[in-house]
């Protein structure tokens, strides 16, 4: 059956979600749309970094999509529903994906077509429907971007003043001493975490909040070193936003993060094409009641102009582990959009399709398996984690530690406990090439290339 827009009003759970469908049943909001006979596809850029994929079946009415809405269907999927019945000429033709391959095996159809219950008055498509705003006058524009600058200085002169509270404080740590620190780290670091959102500098706020769980996570005589490298990179970020608030990446990390739909509209982003390949996830629980779910891409082209792509989202801890968008191992061909940066790290993933064929891992020639980090730190200092992609090498066992050790004798230590996640049958394997975190002191493995196949450890 093909979908009339009396057949989504009846099926929407209420008005609201109809409102909200209007709002994304236009080509435009969805990065791709596709369909094969009676299946309809696409995915749409949420308020997460990575897309959500919904999936509705005109056949035998039914509809998938992996956003955490608890209403059926949800806005997502009555927004296609409503693209299908209003501009079906937007769906391209296509090969249905393995996604959907997979949900149209785990479904069950009745034996004969359900109809869509009877429109009840409650829900009206009509109302729904969300008029295109007029074009604002040059006056009122003028009005606006004015209002906009003046808030703009307005947050960069409160900004400034938290980062000479920031200054101060850390003098006072380095007075008190850094030995000492981790243990009360937690109190330390909420005051001024609190007293920077109030100048509205969020970014820096949720790093410091961040940093305890960070040093408690290391062994306690690791701890002082890690204290003096962590604030050396907050004095390094403070300069960096001070000698120019306009760079992008400085003004991220420090206040907050730019709008995704912006970075997906901006013309000078950089997007890089080809065979990526999600290298492994991280989770991590934060402070704020949030977790941070990262997702890592590895380019697979030698000749790429970035080697990693990172989708970054949040989610409410209370909410559970949130399903993932990506199989780790799983190729796509995909555009990468970055956020602007020095060094472009964080992306967004666009126009997803599944390859034919699997691509190897490109080759790393450098003899030193920190030279990535060097040449990105050159750039962005203050960074946290950067990603490595490393040379042929094996994971060892050094008593109570962990090691990742390449064939030259380069050698680098896992995070705590890292052998718990180690696969005991590639422990002293050789590996024909690994991907991983490096957070300053240690390695943690994300996945690795061994004769076994391709192994996944974060």
């Known amino acids: ?11 929407a759970p209420d008005q609201a979600s109809l409102t909200a469908a209007s709002a994304l049943a236009k ?10 006979a009676d299946l309809m596809w696409g995915e749409c850029q949420g308020s997460g970094a990575n897309p959500y994929r919904t999936v509705v079946d005109a056949g035998v009415v039914g509809y998938k999509c992996t956003c955490p809405s608890r209403k059926f269907p949800c806005k997502h999927a009555l927004a296609l529903m409503w693209m299908a019945a209003k501009t079906p000429g937007a769906f391209a033709a296509g090969t249905v994906p393995q996604w959907v391959t997979d949900w149209l095996g785990r479904r069950r159809t009745p034996a004969e077509p359900a109809a869509p219950p009877a429109p009840k008055p409650a829900r009206d498509i009509a109302a729904a429907a969300v008029p295109e705003a007029a074009p604002e006058d040059p006056e009122a524009l003028a009005k606006k971007e004015a209002a906009s600058q003046k808030r703009q200085e307005a947050t960069r002169a409160a900004v400034r003043e938290g980062l000479d509270d920031l200054d101060t404080w850390i003098a006072d740590q380095l007075t008190t001493g850094l030995v000492a620190f ?5 109190e330390r670091c909420r005051k001024i975490a609190a007293r920077l959102v109030d100048h509205k500098a969020g970014g820096l706020a949720s790093r410091l909040d961040e940093l305890p769980a960070r040093l408690l996570a290391l062994p306690a005589e690791e701890r002082p070193d890690a204290v003096i490298r962590e604030l050396g990179k907050l004095v390094l970020l403070a300069a960096a936003w001070r000698a120019d608030p306009t760079d992008p990446q ?4 420090v206040e907050t993060a730019e709008k995704r739909d912006d970075v997906l509209a901006d013309p000078a982003a950089l997007r890089v094409t080809g065979i990526w390949e999600v290298a492994g996830e991280q989770f991590r629980n934060r ?10 891409f590895l380019a697979l082209d030698p000749a790429a102009p970035t080697r990693f792509a990172l989708l970054l989202d949040y989610y409410p801890a209370s909410a559970g582990r949130q399903e993932s968008s990506f199989v780790a191992g799983t190729q796509y061909a995909a555009t990468m959009v970055y956020y602007p940066a020095g060094a472009p790290l964080r992306a967004l993933a666009v126009d997803l399709a599944d390859v034919p064929q699997r691509l190897p891992w490109p080759t790393v020639d450098d003899t030193d398996p920190l030279a990535q ?26 008593g109570d530690a962990a090691w990742w050790r390449a064939d030259t004798g380069a050698g680098l230590p896992l995070v705590a406990n890292s052998l718990k996640n180690v696969w005991p049958q590639i422990l002293g394997v ?15 493995l994300l996945s690795a290339t061994t004769p076994l196949g391709r192994g996944f450890f974060a």
Do not use: Y
């Not at 080509?27 to 094969?36: E, I, N, Q, V």
């Not at 400085?250 to 990390?253: G, V």
């Not at 960074?383 to 994971?395: A, E, F, K, Y």
């Open 250 to 253: 400085a003004a991220r990390d």
């Open 182 to 186: 981790a243990d009360t780290a937690p």
């Open 430 to 444: 050789a590996l024909t090439g690994a991907t991983g975190v490096w957070d300053g002191a240690r390695l943690t």
């Open 373 to 398: 980090v060097c040449t990105h730190l050159a750039t962005v200092p203050w960074q946290l984690d950067t990603p490595v992609l490393l040379p042929p090498g094996r994971i060892v066992n050094a």
């Open 1 to 11: 059956m093909g979908f009339t827009l009396s057949a989504v009003e009846a099926l």
């Open 287 to 296: 402070r704020d009641g949030l977790v941070s779910h990262a997702t890592w």
């Open 27 to 36: 080509p435009a909001k969805w990065l791709s749309l596709t369909r094969d």
